[in-house]
């Protein structure tokens, strides 16, 4: 697992491990290029997180949909990383709240919308140096260079 998700894991509360699998699967899925699977995941972990009230989860479930969107022509993907800002930012939840910046800033790079793109990339970045999550950062600044 990636670092700290299993100390994640194992300290949420037992009826939200189906949640965390789900999401977890999916992106396993997506970084495999499997976007069918991780669409069907995404709406799975998305459906449970809400039925159980689990908003944390919700945003993160709304992340990885707009992920997915995102690596599957993009439709929609605006959407969803809006809304898991909306229930991210006031949580405090900041790699969350980066990691919605740098899809968006994807997105708009992705349709020439560079003014858009730039917001969210230096938003994105700043985030990520504070955070000191340097491969993320890695990814964000990769992004950056690519608008010139």
């Not at 991780?38 to 993160?60: D, F, N, P, Q, Y």
């Amino acid at each position: 697992m990636v670092a700290g998700a299993d100390e994640e894991f194992r300290r949420a509360p037992n009826h939200l491990w189906p949640a965390f699998i789900l999401l977890w699967a999916g992106k396993a899925y997506l970084s495999t290029g499997r976007t069918d699977e991780a669409a069907s995941h995404a709406r799975e972990a998305l459906a449970l997180a809400r039925r159980l009230g689990a908003w944390g989860s919700v945003a993160h479930a709304l992340r990885l949909a707009g992920d997915v969107a995102l690596a599957d022509a993009g439709k929609g993907a605006e959407s969803y990383y809006h809304e898991a800002l909306a229930l991210a930012e006031p949580r405090d939840m900041r790699p969350l709240v980066a990691h919605c910046h740098l899809g968006l800033g994807k997105l708009h790079r992705r349709a020439s919308n560079h003014a858009q793109a730039r917001e969210h990339l230096v938003i994105a970045t700043a985030m990520y140096r504070e955070m000191d999550m340097t491969y993320w950062l890695e990814q964000a600044e990769a992004e950056l260079r690519q608008l010139g």
